[in-house]
């Protein structure tokens, strides 16, 4: 791969660089599964790095929703939901995760777990969560939206 594309695609790619993540909300479309960011100390969808392994941005954002939340299945949607450009406090100044979005469903009675990344992993109820970002409210809208029409077909 191109030495000025590959750079970007991981960690040590600086300024910025690509990031996955991905919003999982139940089956009933009434509570989403989020982690609560150790670096960051905020609640956030699962999403992290990209790595040598992952085949697509898809497979990347599958592997962190199963790395970051313990769950063993949910249905990722192929279609990218949202874009996000951010600046990460915490990796150094000037550094930006390029977030391409996506969201999966699965049943909340579904065992989870807490990673060494989170201090915790909590379904939240869509009329109770915790303070979130505007775009992670936007994403949870799509996630809803997107889960919803799937339904009427």
């Known amino acids: 791969m191109d030495q000025a594309i590959d750079g970007g695609l991981y960690r040590s790619g600086?300024?910025?660089h690509?990031?996955?993540?991905?919003?999982?909300?139940?089956?009933?479309?009434?509570?989403?599964?989020l982690t609560l960011h150790a670096k960051a100390g905020r609640w956030f969808q699962f999403g992290g790095h990209l790595e040598e392994g992952d085949a697509s941005l898809l497979d990347g954002a599958r592997r962190e929703v199963a790395e970051?939340?313990?769950?063993?299945?949910?249905?990722?949607?192929?279609?990218?939901?949202?874009?996000?450009?951010?600046?990460?406090?915490?990796?150094?100044?000037g550094v930006h995760h390029l977030d391409v979005r996506f969201v999966a469903q699965a049943d909340s009675a579904d065992?989870?777990?807490?990673?060494?990344?989170s201090h915790d992993v909590r379904w939240f109820p869509l009329t109770d969560l915790p303070e979130l970002e505007?775009?992670?409210?936007?994403?949870i809208d799509i996630a809803r939206d997107r889960f919803a029409a799937a339904r009427t077909r």
């Open 68 to 93: 970051e939340s313990g769950l063993a299945t949910f249905e990722l949607d192929p279609r990218v939901a949202q874009l996000d450009v951010h600046w990460v406090e915490f990796c150094g100044e």
């Open 18 to 33: 690509l990031t996955v993540s991905c919003l999982v909300i139940s089956h009933d479309l009434s509570q989403v599964l």
């Open 14 to 16: 600086r300024p910025d």
């Open 111 to 117: 065992a989870y777990a807490v990673s060494e990344e």
């Open 134 to 139: 505007d775009s992670v409210l936007d994403l």
